[in-house]
């Protein structure tokens, strides 16, 4: 036990070094990344496992519970209002997907819940999100240990009809939008900030 103390806070040492190098050239960075993670509500799905049954049930909740959020989140102008939306919804949204399990002929458990959550680097359809922690709807079906499914709720980008005018550009700063775009500089510090950050997620994780 002494010596895993020791070695997290030798790692804690190490990013605390970087941090140390790196700051002065990359506070604006930093800000801009932390900006862009608050600007987001993410949905997660995780499958009960990695069978070909389960992921294809995965795909029938996510299509179930996106046809559901569309109308949930249409009138949501803000990070803060489409999380409220989501968790003054969480009964229904998760009696959908308990009805939409059943009906693919499962008995398997659901929980919905909303929080706060760490995501590695994932890109999406022409852009990139940094690794860092988000606002998400999670879905666990069943034990919950086959392969996630994700996309952003809010703005929302992954609603089959969605309607309103709010875009990850519109929300975006210039600059914001340069960087979830970027190009292959941008990428080499999103893979610098994706490993500060799982470090500092293992840290706390099994602090």
Not at 141 to 165: F, Q, R, T
Not at 176 to 188: A, H, M, N, P, T
Request: aromatic share 8%; hydrophobic share 40%; proline share 4%.
């Amino acid at each position: 036990m002494r010596k895993r103390i020791q070695h997290k806070g030798l790692l804690a040492l190490v990013i605390g070094f970087v941090f140390s190098i790196c700051l002065p050239s990359v506070m604006g960075f930093a800000q801009d990344i932390e900006e862009i993670r608050g600007s987001v509500l993410r949905l997660h799905i995780l499958a009960n496992s990695d069978s070909e049954e389960d992921q294809a049930l995965k795909l029938a909740v996510r299509d179930r519970i996106l046809e559901l959020d569309y109308s949930l989140f249409d009138s949501a102008h803000s990070v803060p209002e489409a999380k409220a939306a989501a968790e003054a919804q969480l009964e229904q949204i998760e009696a959908e997907a308990k009805e939409e399990i059943r009906r693919q002929g499962y008995d398997y458990p659901v929980r919905a819940e909303v929080k706060k959550m760490y995501f590695p680097t994932r890109e999406y359809e022409g852009f990139t999100l940094p690794a860092g922690e988000y606002e998400a709807l999670r879905l666990t079906i069943g034990s919950g240990e086959g392969k996630n499914w994700w996309c952003v709720l809010y703005p929302p980008l992954c609603l089959p009809a969605a309607e309103s005018g709010e875009t990850l550009d519109s929300i975006l700063t210039p600059e914001q939008r340069e960087l979830v775009e970027g190009g292959e500089k941008i990428q080499v510090k999103f893979a610098a900030v994706e490993w500060i950050e799982s470090l500092r997620n293992w840290l706390q994780k099994d602090g």
